[in-house]
């Protein structure tokens, strides 16, 4: 069983539509939870960084997470196109700066 | 201020070669890490550096890589000899700090396709 699930889409959705986006873990140990944007060619950009269940809100974005289901979520509120890109669920255990990726979602907003 | 850059941004290699990708980090960055992502598969960590000591090397894949980081600046990854399965994007970060809300700058990737 892989440490972090993720599916990869594609996904796809008409601008100013609301996104969810999912990661599950196995590894109880971790304890810190990122998402970051990828655009084509580039490095991932980290967007939201939690620790703690609950939610965590930064303008059009908002990162939830639940521990006792081991389960993380990513809302992006009124997409638009330039909301294009994989987006990357990372984790990482306490005492370790060890980043474990999930393989990435695809997401394409239309205008 | 620049941000983590790697050099080549791609390079093509036969079988049996050796290649060296280049990561600068962020100035003033004491943490660098390398990542690699082969076609279809996650992300996944090779190693950390503090400094110029390898704080944690156990995604390094075997003895046919090997990373320096010679005064504590920029870092360099060999890959001798080079096997097909070497072929992905090897990512370059770095960092302040280490633990919570600690941020890892990625850098935009060195696309290595071993023939």
């Known amino acids: 069983q892989k440490e972090v699930e993720q599916d990869p889409g594609p996904l796809s959705v008409p601008e100013g539509a609301i996104v969810s986006l999912n990661c599950t873990y196995s590894n109880s140990a971790f304890q810190y939870f990122m998402w970051y944007r990828q655009y084509s060619r580039k490095g991932p950009e980290l967007l939201m960084y939690?620790?703690?269940?609950g939610n965590k809100e930064d303008g059009r974005f908002t990162a939830q997470v639940d521990k006792s289901s081991k389960y993380i979520s990513l809302f992006i509120r009124d997409s638009q196109p330039s909301d294009s890109a994989t987006y990357l669920c990372a984790m990482k255990q306490g005492g370790s700066e060890k980043l474990v990726f999930g393989k990435g979602t695809k997401l394409t907003v239309n205008p | 201020e620049a941000g983590v850059t790697q050099f080549p941004s791609h390079s093509v290699i036969e079988k049996g070669q050796t290649v060296t990708l280049r990561c600068d980090p962020i100035?003033?960055?004491?943490?660098l890490y390398w990542y690699r992502r082969v076609m279809g598969k996650e992300i996944k960590f090779l190693l950390h550096f503090v400094k110029e000591s390898k704080q944690d090397e156990s995604g390094m894949p075997n003895n046919r890589f090997l990373a320096e980081r010679t005064g504590g600046t920029y870092s360099t990854l060999k890959v001798q000899p080079a096997e097909l399965e070497d072929s992905g994007v090897y990512f370059c970060a770095s960092s302040q700090a280490q633990g919570r809300g600690n941020e890892q700058f990625f850098g935009p990737g060195t696309r290595l396709t071993v023939l």
């Open positions: 939690t620790y703690s269940s």
């Open positions: 100035s003033g960055h004491d943490n």
